[in-house]
């Protein structure tokens, strides 16, 4: 197994442009998780499915933030517009119910 | 007050040296993870443990349930160890996690 598998592994972007992150979890693992990174705040859930349905977006930090899961292997993280304070490491991972819990590599994102 | 504490924040030893990274938590738990994190890079879990004592070639980490702490252990470190050691404890659903703020250990030559 590949394990989970993030993209792009870097990304830089101008403050206003759309972000979009994108995450393959583990095949089976029905639960999906983004987290956050950053210096000041260290690692932050930000929203989590399970069978492909949101459960909690309750640290997305605001509208400018959304998620989605289309599919069993496919998730996004979307930030429209960006700004510099979105400068962070981004992680997603993956889990099944027996507390398997798997993390991806990570996208750094930084907004100038 | 965080639900996880970690101590200490930072740690920096000799190679060769014994290393303990304790964590406190607050909420009841069925399981605690601590994951690693080398400079730069991935996340990587490294222990799930809901009782006693795990070993994991120079890893070994312990729980008391009771007291609500855990240690991670390592011996023999070597500098391939620095990185940052993080507990993770899951929220009373299951599956969201509430995390100590790391542990950034520097073990030198």
């Known amino acids: 197994d590949a394990g989970v598998i993030q993209s792009p592994r870097h990304e830089v972007t101008e403050m206003g442009q759309e972000v979009t992150l994108r995450c393959k979890p583990i095949?089976?693992?029905?639960?999906l998780f983004w987290y956050r990174q950053t210096m000041m705040r260290g690692l932050e859930l930000l929203i989590y499915?399970?069978?492909?349905?949101?459960?909690?977006d309750s640290g997305m930090p605001e509208d400018r933030f959304s998620a989605k899961m289309p599919n069993a292997s496919f998730s996004t993280l979307k930030i429209q517009p960006s700004e510099p304070r979105d400068s962070a490491v981004y992680f997603c991972?993956?889990?099944?119910?027996?507390?398997?819990?798997?993390f991806g590599s990570g996208t750094r994102l930084t907004v100038v | 007050k965080n639900e996880v504490e970690q101590s200490p924040q930072n740690l920096t030893a000799q190679e060769g040296e014994f290393i303990t990274i304790n964590c406190s938590y607050s909420?009841?738990?069925?399981?605690l993870h601590w994951l690693q994190q080398h400079p730069g890079g991935g996340i990587v879990s490294l222990f799930m443990?809901?009782?006693g004592k795990k070993k994991h070639g120079r890893l070994i980490a312990t729980i008391n349930i009771q007291e609500k702490h855990s240690s991670l252990h390592i011996t023999a470190s070597h500098p391939r160890d620095s990185a940052v050691y993080i507990c993770?404890?899951?929220?009373?659903?299951?599956?969201?996690?509430?995390f100590g703020t790391g542990t950034s250990l520097t073990v030198i030559p």
């Open positions: 991972a993956s889990s099944d119910t027996n507390y398997g819990y798997t």
């Open positions: 095949s089976g693992h029905d639960y």
């Open positions: 499915f399970n069978n492909n349905v949101p459960i909690d």
């Open positions: 909420v009841g738990i069925s399981a």
């Open positions: 443990l809901s009782s």
């Open positions: 993770a404890v899951p929220h009373n659903t299951g599956n969201q996690f509430y």
